[in-house]
């Protein structure tokens, strides 16, 4: 469906005008003609005749013809009402501000049901209920309370809250060339969500960078496939809420503890593209390099700074996130020397000009440094001392900039003495910075992006799916009613379903154990069997490392004693690398497939790659080696290293698992051992619905 009609509309009527200068529908009012709006405005309220300065019409049909847009103003119930004279007008987009929906009670719920039913009844596109309305500084269309009108600019922004894109207009109101195209607030997302905007604002040819603050997802397989192409066109930096873990507590495996709603979200984002800022200014220093094309080149970065201890931080924060400091090359040095003189900096990155530097001392240096072609990005630190000339080296920086290609980020630390600098550097689209805190993650996530699109661009696998066979009738086998699969059911389901695995042997009296330790050959590992103990270490449910019959009694011993049982399972003991592989059924995205270290610390750890099925062995491969078992994959100490595409298909395996039985809740293989390469599940868990 087309939304320009809606986006940027020639007519618009707001229904609930008042003259109450505290109330939604004289604000609304305001705002739309305080933002320059040029189309046909339409205000309508019986009480009223005028409105400033414009007729105020008795109702929506006495207007006498079809408007592109209608902004109900009016409590919910009305609103409700109203969409039948919008049906009647004939006009196809409608704007409700009221709450008291979903978000307040059942009853509020099931009132927002109806407005669900009589939206898609008289096929309307509807933003709202419970949301602020929408800006295009595009066409001049602000139908918001906010309190200022919205600053013109590039940005297209997607706000769950109100509040928050009150604030951002407010930020932005007081910078220069740093604004929306567009600004649109979802609301209780009745029937438009934050996929529908993502595909507007992606063919948007005014805004060059998307924004979103988001709490949740409406559809969770339908935000990724759109997200992924829309990333594809454009930067999409997101501000996600909801950071704490609060939904893993009622988890049964490692796996479902480490799958906590916000690391899943993370996953959905890195896999698709996305950019994720932690932090409000975060969030403003990406879209702040966005908005001003000043985008880093690529990781390589040069530093100019009058102060020494300042430039090492800089360069600590961008080291830690894998960027690298530019080697200053001999015609480079030589530019310098020819300058400044060979006793005035030093020849290595970041470059300390010292801190009597002047504005001829930054320039000579930009103009040395310029040279060198590998430059990704410059950041130039500027402290205010006694001989700083702090305007005369902002308008060198600029110069600078408008023959350079690569950006410039000047970072002028201090109050009172630089800030009319930031405001010069923002006139001239300078992305300058008051400290460094944010622009090093800044720049690390936009590169971290860059190669995203480059992989995309150039990755040719496919969504794999190693085992065609169907698994289906492997989990019909499982009886009615239970919830947990004990360790021999769950060993058998990795095996049919391909995952190579340790075999193991359930033993029922001490003289066939003797018997089958003959067979397997020491060393051996014991655990207890139960179908109803979970975490076998907290009960002291394994024993690894029996060498002799003396051993292995003992261990019977041991753990029989445990369950009251006779029965244990017994393994061959493998030595190697632990890892874990699991996978979770999400509520939003559906099954989760998690990759790290394994082992009894693997929830300690927290080392894992997550990965929402399916995926690809590029994204797949990509992820894996963003972790710290990227050692492990390559050989480490030694070892040899592992064949990623055979971990990879056992990940996909899980996930084929997950995707085909809905039944299917967790599942551990914990762990997964690495011996000379190859992978064996020896030890697993299966939660059921």
Same mark, same amino acid.
């Given at each position: ?8 509309p $020639?007519? +618009? ?7 109450d200068?505290?109330?939604?529908g ?23 005749? /005028?409105?400033l ?13 079809? +408007? &592109?847009?209608? %902004?109900?103003?009016? =409590? ?8 039948? #004279?919008?049906? #009647? ?27 669900a ?5 008289? &096929? ?10 929408? +800006?295009?500084?595009?066409?001049? !269309?602000?139908? !918001? ?13 997607? $706000? ?8 951002? %207009? ?21 029937a ?6 993502l ?8 805004t ?13 397989k339908?935000f ?5 192409? %829309? ?9 996600k ?36 800022a ?25 530093i ?7 430039g ?31 006793g ?8 300390d ?6 504005a001829?001392?930054?320039? $000579? ?6 040279? #060198? ?15 700083? /000339?702090? #305007?005369?080296t ?19 630390m ?6 009319h600098?930031? !405001?010069f ?7 300058s910075?008051?400290s460094?805190d ?27 799916? =190693?085992n065609?066979? =169907? ?26 379903i391909? +995952? ?15 018997q ?20 076998? !270490? ?11 019959e ?5 261990a ?86 592992i064949?990623?595409?055979k971990?990879?298909? %056992? ?10 039985? =809905? ?27």
């Amino acid at each position: 469906m087309s939304l320009q009609s809606f986006f940027n509309p $020639s007519s +618009v009527a707001i229904v609930g005008v008042s003259e109450d200068v505290k109330k939604v529908g004289y604000l609304v009012a305001r705002s739309l003609l305080n933002q320059g709006y040029k189309g046909e405005v339409y205000f309508i309220n019986p009480k009223y005749k /005028e409105l400033l300065g414009k007729q105020v019409y008795p109702s929506l049909a006495s207007v006498g013809k079809q +408007v &592109d847009l209608v %902004v109900l103003a009016v =409590p919910g119930d009305i609103a409700l009402k109203m969409l039948d #004279e919008v049906k #009647e007008n004939g006009c196809k987009n409608v704007v409700i501000f009221a709450a008291g929906f979903k978000e307040t009670s059942e009853q509020g719920a099931l009132k927002e049901e109806v407005l669900a039913q009589k939206i898609k009844k008289y &096929d309307l596109n509807l933003l709202g209920p419970n949301c602020i309305g929408f +800006v295009s500084t595009v066409s001049g !269309t602000n139908v !918001t309370f906010l309190k200022h009108s919205a600053p013109v600019g590039n940005i297209g922004c997607i $706000s769950q809250s109100g509040a928050l894109g009150s604030l951002m %207009v407010d930020y932005m109101a007081d910078h220069k060339n740093f604004g929306f195209s567009y600004f649109i607030s979802l609301g209780n997302k009745t029937a438009f969500d934050e996929c529908d905007a993502l595909e507007f604002l992606s063919e948007e040819k005014n805004t060059a960078v998307i924004a979103m603050y988001l709490e949740d997802v409406k559809d969770g397989k339908r935000f990724m496939k759109v997200l992924r192409e %829309v990333a594809c066109k454009k930067p999409v930096v997101i501000l996600k809420s909801g950071s704490t873990e609060e939904g893993s507590k009622a988890a049964v495996s490692h796996t479902g503890s480490m799958m906590g709603d916000d690391a899943i979200y993370s996953s959905v984002f890195e896999q698709c593209g996305a950019i994720r800022a932690k932090q409000l200014f975060e969030f403003m220093a990406l879209l702040k390099l966005y908005a001003y094309e000043r985008a880093p080149i690529s990781k390589d970065i040069l530093i100019l700074s009058n102060a020494g201890g300042v430039g090492v931080l800089l360069t600590d924060e961008l080291i830690k996130r894998n960027m690298s400091l530019v080697t200053i090359t001999e015609e480079v040095k030589q530019g310098i020397v020819k300058s400044m003189g060979s006793g005035r900096v030093s020849f290595h990155n970041p470059i300390d000009l010292l801190g009597d530097a002047s504005a001829f001392h930054y320039k $000579s240096a930009i103009r040395a440094t310029m040279k #060198e072609k590998r430059t990704g990005a410059v950041v130039i630190l500027l402290t205010p001392q006694a001989n700083t /000339e702090i #305007e005369e080296t902002a308008s060198v920086i600029a110069d600078a900039q408008d023959w350079f290609d690569t950006p410039i980020y000047p970072i002028f630390m201090g109050e009172k003495s630089v800030g009319h600098s930031h !405001t010069f550097f923002e006139e001239k689209k300078i992305a300058s910075f008051s400290s460094y805190d944010f622009l090093p993650i800044a720049i690390a996530k936009i590169i971290a992006y860059k190669d995203w699109l480059e992989e995309e661009k150039n990755s040719k696998s496919q969504i794999s799916n =190693p085992n065609q066979i =169907p698994i289906r009738h492997l989990v019909d086998q499982i009886p009615n009613g239970k919830k947990l699969l004990n360790l021999s059911e769950s060993m058998n389901l990795l095996q049919e379903i391909g +995952v190579p695995t340790v075999k193991l042997h359930l033993i029922s009296n001490k003289d066939e154990l003797i018997q089958k330790a003959k067979e397997l050959g020491y060393p051996l590992v014991a655990k207890i069997a139960s179908d109803s103990i979970t975490h076998k !270490t907290d009960v002291k449910g394994i024993v690894t490392g029996i060498h002799d019959e003396e051993e292995l009694i003992k261990a019977w011993k041991d753990l029989t004693s445990v369950t009251g049982d006779e029965h244990i399972y017994v393994q061959k003991q493998v030595k190697g690398h632990e890892l874990i592989v699991g996978a979770k059924r999400d509520h939003i995205f559906g099954p989760v497939v998690l990759v790290g270290l394994g082992g009894v610390y693997a929830e300690l750890l927290q080392e894992v790659a997550r990965f929402v099925y399916p995926f690809d062995e590029a994204v797949f491969q990509r992820n894996i080696m963003a972790t710290k078992m990227k050692k492990l994959i390559v050989g480490f100490r030694g070892s040899k290293p592992i064949d990623i595409s055979k971990l990879f298909m %056992v990940a996909s395996l899980i996930g084929k698992l997950f995707a085909e039985n =809905p039944e299917l809740m967790e599942l551990d293989i914990n762990p997964l051992m690495i011996v000379e390469g190859e992978s064996f599940a020896v030890d697993g868990r299966v939660v059921l619905k």
